[in-house]
């Protein structure tokens, strides 16, 4: 058998197995090493290739089909720095728990640290941001290579499947010459093991009855208990947190990438305006917690993290059926190693038997709320532009079944601020794992790829980052609607400590660009509207879109501090006042 | 002292240092992590800060302008995956041997692998890509801490400045509160060793006299030597090896950034067409070598490699004063670490002794030099816009003292195959380290930031994968001419074998874009040319420029591959005809 020929059969094996095993999407990214790979990929009948010539962009966009489909999904480039471009995505998929398949096309060891073009040291150029890597065999001829392959595929899927999801890297040594036999039209057919050639089995983490009966004993011996949930995307889990609030008669303090904000759950125990309410000190005071049970990863809200800290003798229980370690707080008691659905069952079943005492904890935390939201809702009086009336109008402005896909920085904080509960249907996602201004929108690209209608909310500085990444909305069709809170710089700085340090402010944190970016939307391909005012902002949301759509809304940093601070403290006054009166 | 203070005088000590070691320059992208360190730098009288929002263009643009001035420079970002976004770069500068230093901020310890936000694993996370790493401790007060931080800095410049030069990674954990205090007006005075902290030596690898003896008589006793010139960057060691040359008589295969086809040195010897002639096989099979000696990185001329390797018997002496092992053809005979100047001049020494015997290898590579070039000028006849003829137009059309920026992939080659020996004082500088398309833009800025006038030529892909690059040309008012070889897709790819596999070519290698770039251009403050005919191409180029300026010529792939070939094809034939009227 010809070099050709092994080549071509070893990468069809292994293709024709990853395709078995789930994996429907690859985005590639024109090179030569990779040649085999690409060829090979492009030829089987089921999967789809996307092309993206900007690595890190396609790194993104794979995690953004991921994220939209839940699927696994590969990406692959050549050798050289092409795959160093891929390390954002990877540390952003491997933080936020995303299935990616990276493949990189490498040199064979005979080129490699020889000073051969486009050969750096890949083994292990990822370090510990992917959860397995594989330097894989030259291919070769053969059933036991074959076999090989195969099993490597399995594994590659399974593992970044595996609870916690995350990233695998597979480096492929290709040697010359580099094009694959095409003409065999049953190269992906397999002459043993025709299904999957092996299954791995989805296991999950539990605890035994004992240690539930011991977490079920420990919740109902303390009183004002609350439900911290941080960011997650899984809707029966969502509904059973929300059963499990009402089975212990928590306040549910939901992140605005919990998916508790909106939807069609029962939500008289879901509190929004925390972000607000911790800030008042009375509120802080008043509110302390005995116990407290965190899903998800941490909360975006600094309030929350500062809240918990004021009180570090309270019992903090955190599930994660990951097995990670997400506490920066530092303050968890119990880490719970244990599938988030089946916790909320078994505590369910559990809590029937306790008598709930009612102390009123939940009732304050409600009482607050709407007092806090009665204030925060003002914000929709503000007829000049302004960023948080943006985020306040989402719930009502957005059709049914829409996905937020929402930018770090501002937006995913005035997002906690001001995305009020509503029983729309909605999906809000972020790049929540390493909170990373880049990438941002070709993530959100690859969710709208297969999920529509898609809201992507930026600022000006995270639009900039990623801007190559709108040319896939071009080559593929892909609509998307863009709003871009431009404020001509970094916004965020200006609530930080170094604002009041005008020397080097507007050099090293105000960073204003000062571009007009409907240049760019246009050679993009996509329509491009800057409006001027709320009836604008409403029109141009509405308008149907099968493309690009970039919605611009320019507003002032130092404006847009002063209204968040206003707000904040028409909150804490009337916060204050509440408690007062009721004492 | 307060946790400001320490933070402050740890930092400054640190800055100060640096300064004091020959840093000038840093370019730094806004982040909240990074803030006592930015502050303080903005606040060094004599350290230019350069902010980029773009972490991978910023790591480029300070390779770009290290490479302009051979300095070593500076790079700064927060925590998270805008460290990731400097990977791509950090390796070009370990494999292109340029002194980067690399800071990246990072949480402190306890708050590091607990889901924090912006906190990913940055210890050694560019790998065997810096040639040294370092977790630095935490700020904290006192005389040792001073010192140490002080040692630091001087370690890093000196080991990113010892040959081979290179990228070092210091990580930096700094805590809460970030402000640092810039009251003090002598926080950069140092209490002790008010100078430098301690010096390095510089010093270089050499191998004593009776190896130089030896190899002096290796050389003598081979006819028909070659040297062979890849990139590198140094005047003092072009005239040497000139000098060598003609000591030896032998003839000097030198790449086009090798500094050696332009400028005032001697260029008798000085061979321009190999590339093309090597495409001969009777030129092969005529100019068959005994001994050759290399100098710098390995050419980029595929024909030149495969000529080596068909002799694989032939004495070939790799001289490198970086201790590299820059030989992908394997066929390296006598592996020499010794500084390069010196190599030459003993060998200059040691070749008055030869009794050089003229053997007609030197005036035959002479001739069919010649002859090549006669061919490849008539590309100068071709009235179409045609990617060849740009490159041959560039010693004429430039002015002296001009850089020439060329990207990777086809420019490269065609810059081989097409730019012959002139007179002009001229520097050409490519990203040759891992041969990558993305960052070009911002590396040719960064030279351009002290070097002008500057000529950047690429080609669409490549312009396209750093787009954002283009900002700081805008920011910074840096002039910059970008000649821009459009022909929509990876025209390279047209030369490789996948082109006679239509079925997927279009889709995975031809990968056009069709966008307009001139909305780009208009975006970040630049003049766009689209050139119709040559006339306009010599007259844009002509125009004076105080700052972006992009000139435009759209090509085919498809004739630009007959283009090549033909003339290729002539080149062969004429060189046949001419070794055969010789026998």
Redesign the interface.
Known sequence: MSHQQALTKYIAAFISELVKNGVEDVV?S?G?RS?PM??VM??HPDLQ?H?H????SAAFFALGIAKGTKRPVAILCTS???A??Y??A???AF?SRVPLLVFTADRPH??R?????????QI??Y???VKWFAEMAPPENGPSMINYVRTAAVRAVATAKRNPEGPVHMNFPFRE???PD?NDPEIFLSSSREQKYMTVSPSILTVDDAQFDTIAQTVSTHNKGMIICGPMDDADLSHKIVELGKALQFPIIADPLSQLRSGCHEQSQIIDAYDAILKSETAKVELQPELIIRFG??P?SKPLLLFMKQYPETRQLIVDGGG?????S?LSTDMIYCDEKQFCEELILRANTFAIKENGYLTLWQDVNEVAKKEMVKVLEIEQLNEGKIFAQLGQLLPEESTIFVGNSMPIRDLDSFYFINNKSMRILGN?G???I??TISTALGVAMYTQPLYLIVGD?TF??D??GL?VS??YHIPITIIVINNNG?G??SF???SE?P??FE???G?P?????S??V???GGDYIKVEDWQQFSEAIATETSHLKVIEVMTNRENNVKEHRNLWESVSREIDKRIKDEE
Chains 1, 2 share one sequence.
């Open positions: 590639v024109p030569s040649t690409a060829m492009a030829e290739v092309i010539v900007d690595e890190r050289g720095t092409a160093a471009n390390y954002p990877i540390i952003e933080y005979e080129l640290d020889i000073g051969a073009p486009q050969a750096i040291d292990q150029m370090g510990k941001h010459p580099l094009i095409l990863a941490m975006v990670g370690f997400r506490d920066p530092l929540r390493a909170n990373g880049d990438g500085l900039f980052h801007l190559n040319i071009k080559l970094g965020i700085f930080l400590p170094q340090h020397k080097h050099l090293l944190f960073t660009l000062n571009i007009d970016f240049h760019s246009t050679m993009f």
